[in-house]
Every structure is written in structure tokens, then in C-alpha cells.
């Protein structure tokens, strides 16, 4: 059995209220959510892109602008954590992200090089999460 359900637009005119007032409430919902990340004391999420391949994961992330010095990185067992600041005039600007790891890494030899606002990282994947060929006796 299908049932009809009538769709009501948002912008339809109802009683006591302008057919612009949800216009004007997504409106004001979109800015006010895409001007806080500019709020001075707003933690802002750092783009990255990550792949994989058979023996390492590779993570970018977009820093443009940061420092070198002004980058933190810390891999606690697979969580993996990014942080840095930005001078923007006379305020700073923070950037954080962290994600967990599919599998575990070898932390030892884990390697970062920072070049034109861009973090790369590669994270060699622990020898026990490799895939093995297995011969057949």
C-alpha cells in the first residue's frame, strides 16, 4: 500500500509569517556557520587526503601559510594527531585534525617533509598487517 504525502514548500506563505523566512533562517544558518570558522578563537580542521598502497599509508595535508616550526605531529598508537598556528595580522590561527589509522604502523619510520603549504606524510604499514603470498606445498 503507497501512501501520498503532500510536500510543503518552506518558502510557502503561512499564517503570520513571510514566504522569505526560510529563505532567511537557511541563509542566515549557512553564513553564520561558514563565518565562525573565522570567530578568533575557532579551531579550524585541516584538509588531508589520504592512500594507500602495499606497504604505506600516505597522508597530504594543506597548511598553506604555517610554518614549519609551527607544525605538531604526535602518532600514539594508531591515532595519528595534526596541529599547527598561523599568524593571520595579530591574531593566530589554529588548525587541528586527528583520525585514527586502519592498522598499525611502524612509528620509527614514519617520515614527514613539509614543502609549498603542503604536509606529507608516510606511515609504513607494521610488517604484521602486510599481505603475505603463501606457497603451496
Known sequence: MYRLIRYTSPLATSAGRSSWSGFD????????S????????ATRSIPVSVHE???NLQVSAELPGVERADINIELLDE??????TRKHGEQTLSFARSF???????????????????????LPKAE?????KIAIN
Open 25 to 32: 533562517r537557511e541563509f542566515n544558518s549557512f553564513f553564520g
Open 34 to 41: 561558514a563565518l565562525a570558522d573565522y570567530a578568533p578563537d
Open 53 to 55: 598502497d602495499k606497504d
Open 79 to 84: 591515532q595519528l594527531s595534526l596541529s599547527a
Open 100 to 122: 585514527s589509522l586502519p592498522y598499525a604502523v611502524q612509528a620509527d619510520k614514519v617520515t614527514a617533509t613539509y614543502e609549498n603549504g603542503i604536509l606529507r606524510l608516510t
Open 128 to 132: 604484521a598487517v602486510k599481505a603475505r
